[in-house]
């Protein structure tokens, strides 16, 4: 036989069969006894299976190894090739056995020739990555046992096992602690594999250029984000059609790829009868913005009554907004922010309210705490929640002091609140990123409660996020696009022309609010000024615009196309000035707000609404330019989120692409 994979045996299962239709007229098919074994090895899961035979030897093995080719190497006889022949398709699993697509090729040897049985039997052996798994179909036959059939990236179909002694519930439930399944919509016997364990993006930008592209069209969300998963599924399902050949496709098929994918994400329409049309909206100067020093403790003390209450709300925020807060500040005005403490509330209301919520977050923390084993091992959900925290937990800030080092207890309350998050939001759950959020918020508050209900209402917020659906997404890109046309339609019109209308390389700041594009003390900064809703809604797609302006020289002059534009923006992490950023967005907020004929669309992305006064607080060079300027509208989520009522019509995408400004 030949030698077994090394590395720790997580499942083991003998008397696992694969039947292999003799090509005859007899119904009767040859049955080849194996052992289905799933193997750590290093830090690969490998699922191997073997036939029970001792002439076997190591040559005559399908491996689907990392970034493999559809074409797989695989020795086989010519009678062994016959088994998979047009006769064989009269079986019950014939559709799951082998399909036509696959291409095989003889694997060369030493002497030349192909591995030839003696026997005349047919016998297998295949192992492959988790990391190749894409899906796994399961079913009951009517004789006592099951079967089911492993499809693998690239769409090879692996021979279908069928399990004569049990059932093959054990072998999922093993692979469950590797890989998130969910159900396929069109065959509820289908578990998709939702969690693609990827390279970052670092790595895939050393490939060649095709090669990126061609990992973005199997999965864009994964190659740009390197983790996340359930969310892309669902947004990216037609990126991963069948056509997954190793062939090079130009990067002009990408705007293809996401179009389908994103059904009514028409950014720019063309004129038709009835749209209305902007050309050439005078925006006005943009005036220069200066910033200040954050908030100190003497300012916010002034700003207290003596019983707590606060006495000028939308003066501290003003000041937060100009210059966020000193670190000695945060751990209790971000409570104010998040909507923790109404802003009038005195001492003692506040110290009731943490009364209340501490007794309420024990109440759920202890739901699944005392959940046994044995309930676990029925709750298939509540497992994979617990799997994919504990994954991402282990892998979030770890540079960061308060998260480093083995047995951190950072990292125990990190699991904890993420755990009693699916207790408090069971539908949502957990979905990878969400530890993103709860970081800095834990490193504020130092207190496992306090960060909890923080986290928890920062999550109403980036709710529509992270929701399989992603319509808070799908919203924010075509906002996004409507703002960066008004302020610059000739950038807009070259990204077009390279396929990155959609402004896809912008996922990632919007799905985290930036968190991965600036260093974890800038995060703090940012954060606080967007919480305080200031100066207008969305603040954080004018963030974007600001960005993306900063760069769109060099994007230009060097005629950047998909691939250097993706590259270009991901390289931005981790070395852009966030006050340099605010300023600049500070400053195109001003700019628009001060515009007289802006576009009814860009009106309610920003909730503005025409006004003769001036804006309030605004300490900028220009401010006696500021008459006419809108006013900020009270926050309105059917505004803000134009198809959020949508119900999967375009109606409300038409109305937003009716007033972008065309030139």
Same mark, same amino acid.
């Given at each position: 036989?030949a030698a077994p994979v090394?590395?720790k045996?997580?499942y083991?299962q003998e008397g696992?069969?694969?039947h292999?239709s003799s090509?005859?007229?007899d119904d009767?098919?040859?049955?080849l006894s194996?052992?289905?074994?799933v193997i750590?090895?290093?830090?690969?899961?490998?699922?191997?299976?073997?036939?029970?035979d001792d002439?076997l030897?190591s040559?005559?093995i399908?491996?689907?190894?990392?970034?493999s080719s559809?074409v797989?190497?695989?020795?086989?006889t010519?009678k062994?090739k016959?088994l998979?022949?047009?006769e064989?398709?009269?079986?019950? !699993?014939?559709?799951?056995d082998?399909?036509n697509t696959?291409?095989f090729?003889?694997?060369?040897?030493?002497?030349?020739d192909?591995?030839a049985?003696?026997n005349g039997d047919?016998?297998w052996?295949f192992l492959f990555s988790?990391?190749?798994?894409?899906? %796994?179909?399961q079913n009951?036959?009517?004789?006592?046992?099951?079967?089911?059939?492993?499809?693998?990236k690239d769409?090879?179909?692996?021979?279908?096992?069928?399990f004569h002694h049990?059932d093959?519930?054990?072998l999922i439930?093993?692979?469950?602690?590797?890989?998130?399944?969910?159900?396929?919509?069109q065959?509820?016997r289908?578990?998709?594999?939702c969690q693609?364990?990827?390279?970052?993006?670092e790595n895939l930008?050393d490939? +060649?250029?095709y090669g990126?592209?061609?990992?973005?069209k199997k999965?864009?969300?994964?190659?740009?984000m390197?983790?996340?998963s359930?969310?892309?599924?669902y %947004?990216f399902?037609?990126?991963?059609g069948?056509?997954?050949?190793t062939q090079q496709?130009p990067?002009?098929e990408m705007?293809?790829?996401?179009?389908?994918?994103? +059904?009514?994400l028409?950014? *720019?329409?063309? =004129?038709?009868?009835?749209?209305?049309v902007?050309t050439?909206?005078?925006?006005?100067k943009r005036?220069?913005?200066?910033?200040?020093?954050?908030?100190?403790?003497?300012e916010? *003390?002034?700003?207290?009554d003596s019983?707590?209450?606060?006495?000028?709300v939308?003066?501290?925020?003003?000041?937060i907004f100009k210059g966020?807060?000193?670190?000695?500040?945060r751990k209790?005005?971000?409570?104010?922010?998040?909507?923790?403490?109404?802003?009038?509330?005195t001492r003692? =209301?506040?110290?009731?309210?943490?009364?209340?919520?501490i007794?309420e977050y024990?109440?759920?923390?202890l739901?699944?705490k005392?959940?046994s084993e !044995?309930?676990?091992?029925r709750n298939?959900r509540?497992?994979?929640y617990r799997?994919l %925290? =504990?994954k991402?937990?282990n892998?979030?800030?770890?540079t960061?002091?308060?998260y480093e080092?083995q047995?951190n207890?950072?990292l125990?309350l990190?699991?904890?609140?993420?755990m009693?998050?699916?207790?408090y939001?069971f539908?949502?759950g957990?979905?990878?990123?969400?530890?993103?959020?709860?970081s800095p918020i834990l490193y504020?508050m130092? *207190?496992?409660?306090d960060a909890?209900?923080?986290?928890?209402?920062?999550?109403?917020?980036?709710?529509?996020?992270?929701e399989?659906q992603?319509q808070?997404?799908k919203?924010?890109?075509?906002?996004?696009s409507?703002?960066l046309?008004l302020?610059d339609?000739?950038f807009c019109?070259?990204? !077009?022309?390279?396929?990155?209308?959609?402004?896809?390389f912008c996922?990632?700041?919007?799905?985290?609010?930036?968190k991965?594009?600036?260093?974890?003390?800038?995060?703090?900064?940012l954060?606080?000024?967007?919480?305080? !809703?200031l100066p207008?809604q969305?603040?954080?797609?004018?963030?974007?615009?600001?960005?993306l302006e900063?760069?769109?020289?060099q994007i230009?002059?060097?005629?950047y196309?998909?691939?250097?534009m993706?590259?270009?923006?991901?390289?931005?992490s981790m070395?852009m000035?966030?006050e340099?950023v605010?300023?600049?967005?500070?400053?195109?907020s001003?700019?628009?707000?001060?515009?007289?004929?802006?576009p009814?669309?860009?009106c309610e992305?920003l909730?503005l609404e025409n006004s003769?006064?001036?804006t309030?607080g605004?300490d900028?060079?220009?401010d006696e330019?500021a008459g006419g300027t809108?006013?900020p509208?009270?926050a309105d989520p059917n505004?803000?989120?134009?198809i959020?009522a949508?119900?999967?019509?375009n109606?409300?995408l038409?109305?937003?692409?009716r007033?972008v400004?065309t030139v």
């Open positions: 036989m090394s590395g045996v997580i083991e696992v069969f694969i292999s090509g005859n007229n009767q098919d040859s049955l194996g052992i289905l074994r750590e090895k290093d830090t690969e899961v490998i699922v191997d299976w073997k036939p029970v002439s030897d040559s005559n399908l491996y689907a190894r990392k970034d559809s797989v190497e695989w020795a086989q010519p062994e016959t998979w022949g047009p064989h398709t009269n079986s019950y !699993e014939a559709e799951w082998m399909v696959v291409s090729k003889k694997k060369p040897h030493s002497n030349g192909s591995t049985r003696t047919s016998k052996s988790l990391t190749d798994l894409k899906s %796994i179909k009951k036959e009517g004789m006592g046992w099951s079967y089911l059939v492993f499809c693998l769409d090879v179909v692996l021979p279908a096992l069928h049990g093959s519930s054990l439930q093993s692979l469950k602690k590797y890989v998130v399944f969910c159900e396929s919509s065959d509820k289908i578990l998709v594999n693609s364990i990827s390279q970052s993006f930008l490939e +060649p250029t990126l592209i061609q990992k973005l999965d864009p969300y994964t190659a740009t390197g983790g996340f359930k969310v892309t599924n %947004i399902d037609s990126l991963r069948s056509d997954l050949t496709r990067p002009s705007a293809d790829f996401i179009s389908d994918a994103i +059904p009514g028409k950014i *720019n329409q063309q =004129e038709e009868p009835g749209f209305e902007i050439r909206i005078d925006l006005g005036p220069k913005v200066h910033r200040r020093q954050p908030m100190s403790l003497e916010w *003390n002034k700003n207290m019983e707590g209450r606060i006495l000028n939308d003066s501290v925020k003003q000041m966020g807060l000193c670190h000695a500040l209790e005005v971000w409570k104010f922010l998040l909507g923790y403490f109404p802003w009038h509330s003692e =209301e506040r110290t009731n309210v943490q009364k209340r919520k007794d024990f109440r759920m923390k739901q699944w005392s959940v !044995e309930q676990e091992k298939y509540l497992r994979d799997s %925290i =504990e991402d937990v892998r979030t800030d770890r960061n002091k308060f080092g047995d207890p950072g125990i990190l699991h904890d609140i993420l009693t998050y699916c207790m939001d539908d949502l957990y979905v990878q990123g969400m530890s993103d959020l709860l504020v130092e *207190n496992e409660v909890f209900w923080c986290f928890a209402l920062y999550m109403d917020q980036m709710h529509q996020n992270f399989e992603m808070g997404m919203t924010q890109l075509i906002q996004l409507t703002l046309r302020l339609s000739g019109n070259y990204l !077009e022309s390279q396929d990155s209308g959609y402004l896809y996922f990632r700041w919007l799905l985290i609010r930036f991965r594009e600036f260093s974890f003390q800038d995060i703090l900064r954060w606080e000024v967007m919480w305080t !809703e207008c969305n603040f954080h797609l004018l963030i974007c615009c600001a960005i900063s760069e769109k020289q230009m002059e060097k005629h196309g998909f691939n250097e993706l590259k270009h923006i991901n390289e931005l070395k000035d966030v340099d605010l300023s600049k967005a500070e400053a195109v001003i700019q628009m707000m001060n515009c007289k004929e802006l009814q669309a860009v992305i909730g003769a006064a001036t309030p605004s900028t060079e220009e330019m809108r006013h509208m009270p505004i803000s989120m134009p959020a949508a119900n999967g019509t109606e409300h038409e109305q937003v692409a007033a400004p």
